[in-house]
C-alpha cells in the first residue's frame, strides 16, 4: 500500500551538533523523494530532492541518502543551527489508483538549542 | 514575485455554513492539489486537478469540493463546515504528477 515511514518524530540536539531524520517507503517503483521544511505557521518548503539515479546528493550543510534496495532514504543536516528549527516531511513518488502521487511521512519535529 | 498565491490567509465562518478558498499560481503548472492539515501533522491530500481532470482521494468527504475554471485557478468549497474541518488549508502546484510540488502560504479556517 501506499506508506511512507519516518523517524523520530521528534528530535533535539545540542547547535553545532549533526541531525539524522530517516524514511522508509514501501513502493519499489517509487524514484523520486523530496524533503520539505515547514516552520511554525508557515507553507511547507522544499529543502533538498533526490532521484533513484543517484544514491546520494549534497547542498551545503543539507545531505540526502538513499538506498534503494532497503526503500530507505534519510536526510542529514550538519552543523546545525537554532534556525534549523523546524517540522521535516520526507515524501516519496508512488503510484495512486492510475496514477503517480506523493506520499508524504508523518513528519519529525527538530529542536536545535543553542 | 509570489508564486502560490492563496487567499484569505485566514478564514472564520460559523458551523455549516458554506465557504470557498482560492489559489492561484503563476508557475504555469499543470497540477494543482488541495491539501489539508492539522497540528503539524502531515499534510493530508485531499485531491488534485491535472489539467481539467479532477481526481478526488478515496477518504476525502462529500462535504469537500473543487473547481478549477483555468489554469491558473482553483478553489476549495466545504459545502458544510463542521467542527473537525477548522484546519490548515494548502494549495500546491506541480508541473508533473509526483514532481516537486510548490506550496501556497495556506488559509487557516477556524469553525465556530
Known amino acids: 500500500g501506499e506508506n511512507v515511514e519516518q523517524h523520530p518524530s521528534t528530535l533535539s540536539v545540542q547547535e553545532g551538533d549533526s541531525a539524522v531524520i530517516k524514511c522508509t517507503y514501501s513502493?519499489?517503483?517509487?524514484?523520486?523523494f523530496p524533503w520539505y521544511k515547514q516552520e511554525l505557521g508557515k507553507r511547507p518548503q522544499l529543502i533538498i530532492d533526490i532521484r533513484s539515479n543517484v544514491g546520494e546528493k549534497k547542498d551545503q550543510r543539507i545531505a540526502v541518502t538513499l538506498n534503494k534496495t532497503a526503500k530507505h532514504f534519510s536526510l542529514h543536516i550538519t552543523e546545525t543551527q537554532p534556525e534549523d528549527s523546524a517540522v521535516y516531511f520526507c515524501?516519496?513518488?508512488?503510484?495512486?489508483?492510475?496514477?503517480?502521487?506523493?506520499?508524504f511521512g508523518t513528519g519529525t519535529r527538530l529542536l536545535v538549542s543553542p | 514575485d509570489a508564486m502560490v498565491i492563496q487567499n484569505p490567509r485566514y478564514q472564520v465562518t460559523q458551523f455549516g455554513k458554506p465557504v470557498t478558498l482560492s489559489c492561484s499560481q503563476t508557475?504555469?503548472?499543470?497540477?494543482m492539489y488541495w491539501y489539508q492539515q492539522k497540528s503539524s501533522q502531515a499534510p493530508k491530500l485531499l485531491f488534485h486537478y491535472y489539467d481539467k481532470d479532477f481526481n478526488n482521494e478515496a477518504d476525502t468527504p462529500d462535504n469537500f469540493q473543487s473547481r478549477r475554471p483555468n489554469t491558473s485557478f482553483c478553489f476549495l468549497d466545504i459545502r458544510s463546515p463542521g467542527l473537525g474541518d477548522a484546519a490548515m488549508y494548502l494549495c500546491a502546484t506541480s508541473r508533473a504528477r509526483a514532481d516537486t510540488q510548490y506550496f501556497g502560504p495556506g488559509t487557516r479556517l477556524t469553525v465556530l
Open positions: 513502493d519499489s517503483a517509487s524514484n523520486y
Open positions: 515524501a516519496a513518488s508512488m503510484k495512486g489508483t492510475g496514477f503517480q502521487k506523493l506520499v
Open positions: 508557475l504555469n503548472h499543470n497540477v
